[in-house]
C-alpha cells in the first residue's frame, strides 16, 4: 500500500504526531506540503516549462486550478493508493486532486478543523463534498466524533483511533519522591487557557509557599500570561520558559510531582483532540490534573490517574493540586496507573496499528 499524506506545513516543522504518521506508517509513505503542493520542497507542477505554463493557463481560463492538476498528476505518478489528509482544511485543499485521479481520500481530523467557528463557516460546505467522497474519516476522540457527525459526516464512516506515544522515550517519574513541582506543557492559546491555570496555582501558595509550577510553552498569550505573573509578584513561583524541545520536557516530567492542564472550549470554539502531552505525562508515570474536556476524560480516570474539574472551575483545579502537594504517596500511585493506562490504551505501536487499518481499508487492501 501506497500512502500520501498531506499537510500543510514544511516536513520538518510538522506536528510530533503528523511526523510519526510519516515515519512510522507502512510502505515509506510520501509526504506533500500543501498551498501550493510540495514535494521535498519543490512546486508539483511537472517537469517542463511548457507543462507549468499549460497547468496555469487552464487555471486561468477558470478549467481547474493548476496546483489540482499538477497534484493528482503527482498522485497517478507515484502510484498512490490513499491519501491521508492531515486536518480537515488540507483534506479538502487536495479534495480536487483525488477526485481527479480517482484515489480515495482519508480526511484525519485533530481538533480545531472540526470545532472553530472560523473554520466551519469558511469550509462548512466543502466539508459535506469531502465527507461524501472519502470512504472513511478519522477522529481523535468520541467527542470530535459526535462534532463531524454534527457537521454532516456520516456516522459509519467514522473511525476513532487516539494519537498514541513513544513510551520508550520517556523515563518514569517518581512523583511519590518529588517536590511539590508541577509541570504544565502546551500552547500558550485560548482553548489550553494557561491564565486559569495560573489562577488556579496563586490559590495552591496560599496553602503550600513552597509549591512551584514550570508552564512550557509558545503562542499569543504568553506575554500577557508573563505581564499577570509579574503584576501579581509570582515570578519566582511560576516559571515560564517558553518554547523547549521534547528532551527537555522529559526531563521535567521527570522531577514533577503531577502535570496540569485547564484546557477549555474557546470563545470562536476551538477545542481539543486527545492532548498528547497529557497522554506523554501519563506515560511518565505523572498524575494529570485537568477539565472533563473532549478526549481528555478518555484517557484520566478522576480520582485513579488524574483528576478532572469542570471547565472555568479555578477553586476546583486548586483543591485537586492541593490534594496532590498534601499527599506525595497518592501521587505515586495515580502516576503507576496513567503508565498502565497509557500502556494498555495509548501507545504509538496501538495508533499507528490502528491508522494503517483504516487506510488499508479505504484503499481496498486485504
Keep these: ?42 512546486l508539483i507542477y511537472g517537469e ?11 487555471h486561468e481560463l477558470g478549467l481547474m486550478s493548476g496546483h489540482t ?10 502510484r498512490v493508493d490513499v491519501v491521508l489528509g492531515e486536518y480537515g482544511i488540507y483534506s479538502c485543499i487536495c479534495l480536487d486532486a483525488c477526485k481527479l485521479a480517482g484515489i480515495p481520500l482519508v480526511p484525519h481530523f485533530h481538533g480545531h478543523d472540526a470545532t472553530r467557528k472560523s473554520v466551519l463557516e469558511e469550509y462548512g460546505e466543502r466539508y459535506r463534498s469531502l465527507f461524501k467522497y472519502a470512504p472513511l474519516i478519522v477522529a481523535v476522540s468520541e467527542p470530535m466524533r459526535d462534532a463531524l457527525i454534527a457537521l454532516g459526516a456520516p456516522s459509519e464512516k467514522i473511525r476513532v483511533n487516539v494519537c498514541g506515544v513513544d513510551t520508550s522515550l520517556f523515563v518514569k517519574s517518581k512523583p511519590a519522591e518529588s517536590a511539590r513541582h508541577f509541570i504544565s506543557v502546551g500552547r500558550f492559546v485560548d482553548k489550553k487557557a494557561p491564565h486559569l491555570t495560573i489562577l488556579a496555582f496563586e490559590k495552591v501558595l496560599d496553602a503550600f509557599p513552597d509549591a512551584r509550577l514550570t508552564m512550557a510553552g509558545d503562542g499569543y498569550l504568553l506575554d500577557s500570561c508573563r505581564t499577570f505573573i509579574r503584576a501579581r509578584g509570582l515570578e519566582d513561583k511560576i516559571t515560564l520558559p517558553g518554547k523547549v524541545t521534547h528532551k527537555e520536557v522529559a526531563e521535567l516530567m521527570g522531577k514533577a510531582r503531577a502535570f496540569v492542564q485547564h484546557s477549555i472550549v474557546a470563545p470562536d470554539g476551538d477545542s481539543e483532540g486527545t492532548p498528547v502531552a497529557i497522554l506523554e505525562a501519563c506515560a511518565c508515570g505523572l498524575p494529570v490534573v485537568s477539565t472533563r474536556h473532549a478526549g481528555i476524560p478518555g484517557v484520566i480516570d478522576n480520582g485513579v490517574n488524574g483528576y478532572l474539574v469542570d471547565e472555568c472551575d479555578v477553586d476546583g483545579m486548586a483543591e485537586a493540586i492541593k490534594k496532590l502537594c498534601a499527599d506525595p504517596e497518592s501521587a505515586g500511585k495515580m502516576g503507576e496507573q496513567g503508565i498502565e493506562k497509557v500502556a494498555s490504551s495509548f501507545t504509538m505501536e496501538k495508533s499507528i496499528a490502528g491508522l494503517t487499518a483504516i487506510l488499508e481499508d479505504a484503499a481496498g487492501v486485504k
Design 1 to 42: 500500500m501506497k500512502i500520501c499524506v498531506v499537510s500543510g506545513t514544511p516536513r520538518e516543522r510538522c506536528e510530533t504526531f503528523i511526523r510519526a504518521h510519516i515515519e512510522r506508517l507502512p510502505g515509506s509513505p510520501i509526504y506533500v506540503s500543501a498551498c501550493p503542493p510540495r514535494f521535498e520542497g519543490k
Design 48 to 58: 517542463s516549462i511548457f507543462r507549468r505554463a499549460m497547468l496555469k493557463l487552464r
Design 69 to 78: 492538476i499538477g497534484l493528482a498528476k503527482f498522485l497517478r505518478r507515484k
